[in-house]
């Protein structure tokens, strides 16, 4: 009996075809089939091994996370401790120094203890506590200069302008104010030049959308709380054979509780 060929699997593919071609099945030899098998097992061996290794590494990452998170807390809370201590100190040498009942070799000494007892604490030197309260309060003064422009943009310096004339016109309106504000010697003297420009002051005069002809009604955004005391200053100025009223606009909705009591509020101070 002649030994069946070895025939490798695209040989096998192809003659599988060529039957499929003429109406029949090609069965190969029992090597191959056995080939084949182990050739499937041994792939999904493979593949089985490749998903271990990939949830091994998962499960490696996730650890290595949950570490790092406990170790980033600890070290937040150290850092936390340690910043307390250094600035618990700026505050003891402070008041040392501006207690006059003691002379000035007692203040040395107490300076000195304090200073001793925080690097004790904190197990850094005097000259890193002193850094870091200097660091921590520079900080402090960033983000109380941030969060007070933060509030200066949510809150502009907005004015209404009622009474005015239909035939007002926007730049009419500007020249009311650059003139009267401008030509203020105490004016111009506060604001070290002239007060109202294109730029300070921005006028948005309020049009009926379908004849474009002006309500009689206008909103002026200032640059500074001194300029909007300067044109609440003009309230009840004439202005085109009209006295016009100014008052600090409160915003939100018209029957808006919050707006009436702004509204009045800001009267009361004007």
Known sequence: MVAATKKSRANIRRLQKRAEARGETYIPPEYHVDRIKNDEMKSATATKSEMNATQSSKDGQRAKRKADEVTKAVTTSCSNAVLEIAMKLQSDLETIESNKTTNAKERRRAKKKAQAVASEESKCTVEELMELAAAA???ATSSAKKTAEKKEKRDPYILFIGQLAYTTTKQMLFEHFETKINNDVDNIASSKGK?????????????????KKSKGMAFLEVSNPELMYQ?????RTAIDGRRINVERSAGGGKSSEA??????????EQ
């Open 137 to 139: 309060k520079a900080n």
């Open 195 to 211: 007060p109202v420009t294109t730029e300070s002051l921005q006028i948005r005069l309020l049009t009926d959308k379908k004849t």
């Open 231 to 235: 044109c609440l200053s003009l309230h």
């Open 259 to 268: 707006r009436k009591t702004k509204i009045a509020s800001y009267r009361k």
